[in-house]
């Protein structure tokens, strides 16, 4: 399949609506990511665009099978066998990267990333203190004296209580907020300049996930990192988030900022989701999203949301992804406004029933 | 399990231990090993029946003669054919350890149904006997069989026996316990307790099958056994051809008529190797049933 | 810590006593009367009286038992009836040289486990890891006595490296002697370890903590060896209790292959001897050398995973 002309014009800086003018400090072109398997070539990610400015969160939500914890892993080459990173590049500071394998060289210095689940992401044999101290041995130098005591100034920093002794602990003897903080702290202890976060609450309960978040803004506060958040909660991403990229089987297809997307989504499927999200007090039930997200080894030509798109018209298996993914909205007959899509919805279904 | 994640996040399976053999490769490895078994049983029933090359003819003239021709594994100090001597053996061998695998696998099924079925004291003391007999180390039971009852192959059948019962009745009796919570509870509430022989004819093809798998280990642990026995003596007697005893034979002469002790050798391990292709291709196979 | 260990104290003594009682039986199973097994057909019917009141056979049973069971405890099993010696002196003269053996055996089997699992795990599904586990299977399909005769050999006769017999004097010596019984031993039981490794990498590089190593910036050899294979280690160790009965059996084999003057040796010299008193005590002996290891086992479980310190 032959590339599609990039639109060089368009720069990612520009694209987003709170940009400051400067530099992103992560900036994703074109990025590809493919699995190989015996069902064939699974594009997991296709033609991801997205920028993060300094000290901003971009988030990125969508369903399970989307490809966002890809496109995060990709980010800094921890994609698994049989996937790599095809095509795309990843700049970050300025400096672009090409392949997974570059790009894992800024693992635990520039990039650092948090993971979902606490309880599998210690090492259950090792004690918190030598896991923190670890990281500030091999990756800053430090000698075991200097790791340990940093390591306690650490624990304490990201809101740990009586932190040397916990140094003794094992993961399982602490709790899950606690694991968290743990991970946390091992992942800014390098000042990383992107923290890359894979539903970093989703195992947690509702009090102590709001405790994680503030302790991310926090901690963006004071360092000026720039944090992807992948989520499939839509209620963190407007708590916690700048911008945000909505991702549907392996496409981007609608960035913005926070503000934009819940007052006036574009993409049918943005408005699915925004639609599906329970609100207390809203005038009717939310409506669910019939259907289920397509196969990423079979994708049909065209816009992947077409079988489970309520707008849907005849011309949306010829759309063009990649030329449309690299705007903010994929979809090409969606208007300026929601409303003309609402209308030109209504109407292409009046059509369909008309029979023409 | 994040690397299960992001895989599952793509909708691909994660990675299993055996990586998923290719049907393919599963049913080679199970032919293989059949083949190689069946050519073995083939062999000494062939030079059984058909009576070429006698394995218990002596010739003094013939002694310590390298492989040749006419005598693939050469002679022995008694200057009988090695080769023949060694397919001999292998009817012998494997006649052992089909006993000793098919005798305590139906006493091991029976002990272990009653035991998982019936619970309780039963349980509790054949349980404990069984780990009794496990706590010894393989062998040492064995020898202690074939002190009781005297050199020879009287005591390592009774011993390979016993000693081989523990792990079937184990085997039997986990697969009750599960077996006890589906299927008993459903027929005992409809069909009432009188038809326990229809529940255990249903429940027996699930028994059986983790000891089908499990036989041909047994089998390759039994002979080898017996092998090492023989070897050391306290097995099969001389002249009776038995692999361990064959190699035996051969130890005082290894520097100069090395063939003796080495070459049955290989030949026992071709047929290990086997049993050991049988046993993994079975698992896989029936494994591979239930999904 | 303690709790943990002194349950697993407590759990072993219904087995101590099962092994005491299997191995007090065995001279009881016998069929006839032991005494004239032993002294032979030609035997005078004085003489069998004379040596059955010896062995405490003309006593009732239990009293016997009892006799056995507080003998058993300090290792003291009555007279051996081939050498005219107290059989605990016996054992424990040769305990020493079977311990050596098997520790050495034990050695060389986790050094030839745990690179070559490693590379079948990294390389899983490759040649390399083929390879490896087709000589596995080979290796473990080998009579040890087998493989034991040909490295003896190769090594020990043609090239006349190592020697094939015999136990070398001192500290240096003992383990020349011990080398080629303790490799051949290794081998067989290396492949044993080696599946139950390679499964355990293999699943655990799959961990969420193991991402969670690489996302920090660590190198693959890092994450392999501080990080997996501790982790993988806790349910080998399980298999590896599990197959120490084998490691003794093999050792009783391997001994007699090269004249090693251990346990092994004697207990198939007294066999053929029906030296009865002797062969009830390396029964008891052996099987408490497998308790005694699956203990050790236990308590390195522990020390590896500390979730289980209760």
Same mark, same amino acid.
């Given at each position: 399949m032959s590339e599609m002309p990039h639109m060089q014009t368009e720069t990612t800086s520009t694209d987003l609506p709170t940009a400051t003018g400067e530099a992103p400090i992560l900036a994703v072109e074109g990025l590809r990511v493919e699995f190989s398997s015996d069902q064939g070539v699974v594009r997991a990610a296709t033609n991801v665009r997205f920028s993060v400015p300094h000290g901003r969160t971009l988030g990125i939500v969508g369903e399970s099978g989307c490809g966002k914890s890809v496109t995060l892993r990709a980010l800094c080459g921890l994609? *698994?066998? *049989?996937?790599?990173?095809v095509a795309g590049t990843v700049e970050v500071e300025g400096v672009r990267y090409h392949s997974g394998k570059e790009l894992a060289s800024l693992r635990g210095e520039k990039l650092s990333m948090i993971f979902q689940d606490p309880a599998s992401s210690l090492n259950p044999v090792h004690t918190i203190g030598a896991q923190v101290s670890e990281v500030l041995r091999v990756?800053?130098?430090?000698?075991r004296r200097v790791a340990r005591a940093e390591a306690i100034d650490l624990l304490g920093h990201v809101g740990i209580p009586e932190p040397a002794r916990r140094m003794a602990a094992y993961p399982h003897e602490l709790s899950g907020g606690m694991r968290q903080r743990v991970m946390i702290a091992m992942a800014i202890a390098c000042r990383p300049r992107v923290l890359l976060a894979d539903e970093p609450t989703t195992a947690l309960d509702v009090t102590t996930q709001e405790q994680i978040l503030k302790l991310l803004l926090r901690l963006q506060d004071e360092s000026g990192m720039a944090i992807v958040l992948v989520t499939h909660d839509l209620g963190v991403i407007e708590e916690f988030c700048d911008e945000v990229a909505v991702m549907y089987a392996g496409y981007v297809v609608e960035r913005g900022s926070i503000e934009e997307l819940v007052s006036s989504p574009k993409h049918p499927y943005t408005r699915g989701l925004m639609a599906a999200m329970p609100q207390i007090d809203a005038k009717s039930l939310p409506e669910v999203i019939v259907g289920q997200p397509p196969d990423l080894a079979t994708l049909l030509p065209g816009c992947p949301y077409a079988p489970r798109?309520?707008?849907?018209?005849?011309e949306c298996p010829q759309v063009d992804m990649e030329a449309m993914t690299?705007?903010?909205?994929?979809?090409?007959?969606?208007? *300026?406004s929601g409303e003309e899509a609402a209308i030109l919805g209504v109407a292409s279904r009046e059509d369909e029933k008309a029979g023409l | 399990m994040s690397t299960a994640v992001a895989l599952q996040d793509v909708g691909l399976p994660g990675a299993t231990v055996d990586g998923g053999q290719s049907r393919r490769g599963l049913g080679v490895a199970l032919w293989a090993g059949i083949a190689i078994i069946a050519v073995a049983v083939l062999a000494t029933v062939f030079v059984r029946i058909t009576g070429v090359g006698n394995p218990d003819q002596l010739s003094l003239v013939k002694a310590l003669e390298a492989p040749s021709l006419s005598h693939p594994f050469g002679t022995d100090a008694l200057g009988r054919d090695v080769f023949v001597r060694t397919v001999y053996a292998t009817g012998l061998d494997l006649q052992v350890g089909l006993v000793t695998t098919i005798v305590p696998l139906v006493i091991g099924m029976v002990l272990g149904l009653v035991s998982g079925f019936f619970g309780g004291w039963v349980d509790a003391v054949v349980m404990r006997v069984m780990d009794a007999l496990l706590a010894f180390p393989f062998i040492v039971l064995i020898i202690a069989f074939v002190t009781i009852f005297g050199v020879g192959l009287t005591g390592v059948y009774v011993g390979l026996t016993i000693a081989s019962l523990p792990v079937f009745a184990r085997l039997t009796r986990g697969e009750m316990l599960v077996l006890r919570e589906q299927q008993f509870m459903m027929a005992s509430r409809t069909l009432g307790y009188s038809n326990r022989r229809i529940i255990f004819k249903h429940a027996l093809p699930h028994l059986i099958r983790p000891n089908l798998i499990y036989s041909p280990s047994n089998m390759l642990g039994n002979v080898l056994t017996l092998a090492a026995l023989s070897y050391l003596g306290l097995g099969a007697q001389p002249p009776t051809p038995e692999w361990g005893a064959i190699i035996a034979g051969g130890q005082d002469y290894l520097l100069t008529s090395w063939w003796i002790s080495t070459l049955p050798g290989i030949f026992v391990v071709i047929v290990g190797i086997g049993f050991s292709l049988t046993g993994e291709g079975l698992a896989e196979l029936l494994r591979a049933r239930t999904g | 810590m303690l709790k943990y260990v002194g349950l697993r104290l407590l759990q072993a003594i219904p087995v101590l006593f099962g092994i005491t009682i299997a191995s007090f039986i065995l001279i009881h199973l016998v069929p006839g009367n032991p005494a004239r097994i032993q002294l032979g057909p030609r035997a005078t019917a004085v003489a069998v009286r004379q040596l059955d009141r010896r062995l405490g056979l003309d006593r009732p049973l239990l009293s016997q038992y009892i006799t056995f069971l507080t003998g058993a405890v300090h290792l003291s099993f009555g007279e051996s009836l081939a050498f005219h010696q107290p059989v605990g002196g016996l054992i424990r003269s040769k305990v020493g040289a079977t311990t050596l053996l098997m520790l050495y055996s034990f050695l060389i089997s986790l050094l030839l486990t745990i690179p070559f699992a490693l590379l079948a795990a990294v390389k899983r599904e490759r040649a390399a890891d083929h390879a490896i586990r087709i000589v596995g299977m080979t290796l473990f399909v080998m009579p040890v006595f087998w493989l034991g005769l040909l490295l003896a050999l190769v090594f020990g006769l043609e090239l006349g490296l190592l020697p094939t017999g015999g136990y070398g004097s001192g500290f240096g010596g003992a383990l020349r002697s011990l080398t080629l019984p303790a490799v051949t031993l290794g081998l067989v039981m290396a492949p044993l370890f080696l599946r139950s490794l390679r499964a355990s990498v293999i699943q655990t590089l799959d961990a969420g903590f193991i991402e969670a190593a690489r996302a920090r910036g660590f190198s693959e050899h890092r994450v392999l060896f501080r990080h997996c294979l501790r982790n993988a280690s806790i349910s080998t160790v399980t298999v590896i209790g599990l197959t120490m009965g084998a490691l003794v059996s093999g050792t009783v084999v391997v001994e007699n292959v090269f004249a090693i003057p251990g346990l092994g040796t004697l207990l198939v010299s007294s066999v053929s001897a029906r030296d009865f008193p002797t062969i009830q005590g390396l029964v008891v002996v052996l099987a408490l050398a497998v308790v005694l290891i699956n203990l050790l086992t236990d308590l390195a479980y522990a020390a590896i995973d500390p979730r289980v310190r209760l």
């Amino acid at each position: 399949m032959s590339e599609m002309p990039h639109m060089q014009t368009e720069t990612t800086s520009t694209d987003l609506p709170t940009a400051t003018g400067e530099a992103p400090i992560l900036a994703v072109e074109g990025l590809r990511v493919e699995f190989s398997s015996d069902q064939g070539v699974v594009r997991a990610a296709t033609n991801v665009r997205f920028s993060v400015p300094h000290g901003r969160t971009l988030g990125i939500v969508g369903e399970s099978g989307c490809g966002k914890s890809v496109t995060l892993r990709a980010l800094c080459g921890l994609v *698994p066998e *049989p996937g790599r990173i095809v095509a795309g590049t990843v700049e970050v500071e300025g400096v672009r990267y090409h392949s997974g394998k570059e790009l894992a060289s800024l693992r635990g210095e520039k990039l650092s990333m948090i993971f979902q689940d606490p309880a599998s992401s210690l090492n259950p044999v090792h004690t918190i203190g030598a896991q923190v101290s670890e990281v500030l041995r091999v990756k800053l130098g430090h000698s075991r004296r200097v790791a340990r005591a940093e390591a306690i100034d650490l624990l304490g920093h990201v809101g740990i209580p009586e932190p040397a002794r916990r140094m003794a602990a094992y993961p399982h003897e602490l709790s899950g907020g606690m694991r968290q903080r743990v991970m946390i702290a091992m992942a800014i202890a390098c000042r990383p300049r992107v923290l890359l976060a894979d539903e970093p609450t989703t195992a947690l309960d509702v009090t102590t996930q709001e405790q994680i978040l503030k302790l991310l803004l926090r901690l963006q506060d004071e360092s000026g990192m720039a944090i992807v958040l992948v989520t499939h909660d839509l209620g963190v991403i407007e708590e916690f988030c700048d911008e945000v990229a909505v991702m549907y089987a392996g496409y981007v297809v609608e960035r913005g900022s926070i503000e934009e997307l819940v007052s006036s989504p574009k993409h049918p499927y943005t408005r699915g989701l925004m639609a599906a999200m329970p609100q207390i007090d809203a005038k009717s039930l939310p409506e669910v999203i019939v259907g289920q997200p397509p196969d990423l080894a079979t994708l049909l030509p065209g816009c992947p949301y077409a079988p489970r798109c309520p707008q849907v018209r005849e011309e949306c298996p010829q759309v063009d992804m990649e030329a449309m993914t690299v705007t903010r909205c994929a979809c090409p007959f969606v208007g *300026p406004s929601g409303e003309e899509a609402a209308i030109l919805g209504v109407a292409s279904r009046e059509d369909e029933k008309a029979g023409l | 399990m994040s690397t299960a994640v992001a895989l599952q996040d793509v909708g691909l399976p994660g990675a299993t231990v055996d990586g998923g053999q290719s049907r393919r490769g599963l049913g080679v490895a199970l032919w293989a090993g059949i083949a190689i078994i069946a050519v073995a049983v083939l062999a000494t029933v062939f030079v059984r029946i058909t009576g070429v090359g006698n394995p218990d003819q002596l010739s003094l003239v013939k002694a310590l003669e390298a492989p040749s021709l006419s005598h693939p594994f050469g002679t022995d100090a008694l200057g009988r054919d090695v080769f023949v001597r060694t397919v001999y053996a292998t009817g012998l061998d494997l006649q052992v350890g089909l006993v000793t695998t098919i005798v305590p696998l139906v006493i091991g099924m029976v002990l272990g149904l009653v035991s998982g079925f019936f619970g309780g004291w039963v349980d509790a003391v054949v349980m404990r006997v069984m780990d009794a007999l496990l706590a010894f180390p393989f062998i040492v039971l064995i020898i202690a069989f074939v002190t009781i009852f005297g050199v020879g192959l009287t005591g390592v059948y009774v011993g390979l026996t016993i000693a081989s019962l523990p792990v079937f009745a184990r085997l039997t009796r986990g697969e009750m316990l599960v077996l006890r919570e589906q299927q008993f509870m459903m027929a005992s509430r409809t069909l009432g307790y009188s038809n326990r022989r229809i529940i255990f004819k249903h429940a027996l093809p699930h028994l059986i099958r983790p000891n089908l798998i499990y036989s041909p280990s047994n089998m390759l642990g039994n002979v080898l056994t017996l092998a090492a026995l023989s070897y050391l003596g306290l097995g099969a007697q001389p002249p009776t051809p038995e692999w361990g005893a064959i190699i035996a034979g051969g130890q005082d002469y290894l520097l100069t008529s090395w063939w003796i002790s080495t070459l049955p050798g290989i030949f026992v391990v071709i047929v290990g190797i086997g049993f050991s292709l049988t046993g993994e291709g079975l698992a896989e196979l029936l494994r591979a049933r239930t999904g | 810590m303690l709790k943990y260990v002194g349950l697993r104290l407590l759990q072993a003594i219904p087995v101590l006593f099962g092994i005491t009682i299997a191995s007090f039986i065995l001279i009881h199973l016998v069929p006839g009367n032991p005494a004239r097994i032993q002294l032979g057909p030609r035997a005078t019917a004085v003489a069998v009286r004379q040596l059955d009141r010896r062995l405490g056979l003309d006593r009732p049973l239990l009293s016997q038992y009892i006799t056995f069971l507080t003998g058993a405890v300090h290792l003291s099993f009555g007279e051996s009836l081939a050498f005219h010696q107290p059989v605990g002196g016996l054992i424990r003269s040769k305990v020493g040289a079977t311990t050596l053996l098997m520790l050495y055996s034990f050695l060389i089997s986790l050094l030839l486990t745990i690179p070559f699992a490693l590379l079948a795990a990294v390389k899983r599904e490759r040649a390399a890891d083929h390879a490896i586990r087709i000589v596995g299977m080979t290796l473990f399909v080998m009579p040890v006595f087998w493989l034991g005769l040909l490295l003896a050999l190769v090594f020990g006769l043609e090239l006349g490296l190592l020697p094939t017999g015999g136990y070398g004097s001192g500290f240096g010596g003992a383990l020349r002697s011990l080398t080629l019984p303790a490799v051949t031993l290794g081998l067989v039981m290396a492949p044993l370890f080696l599946r139950s490794l390679r499964a355990s990498v293999i699943q655990t590089l799959d961990a969420g903590f193991i991402e969670a190593a690489r996302a920090r910036g660590f190198s693959e050899h890092r994450v392999l060896f501080r990080h997996c294979l501790r982790n993988a280690s806790i349910s080998t160790v399980t298999v590896i209790g599990l197959t120490m009965g084998a490691l003794v059996s093999g050792t009783v084999v391997v001994e007699n292959v090269f004249a090693i003057p251990g346990l092994g040796t004697l207990l198939v010299s007294s066999v053929s001897a029906r030296d009865f008193p002797t062969i009830q005590g390396l029964v008891v002996v052996l099987a408490l050398a497998v308790v005694l290891i699956n203990l050790l086992t236990d308590l390195a479980y522990a020390a590896i995973d500390p979730r289980v310190r209760l």
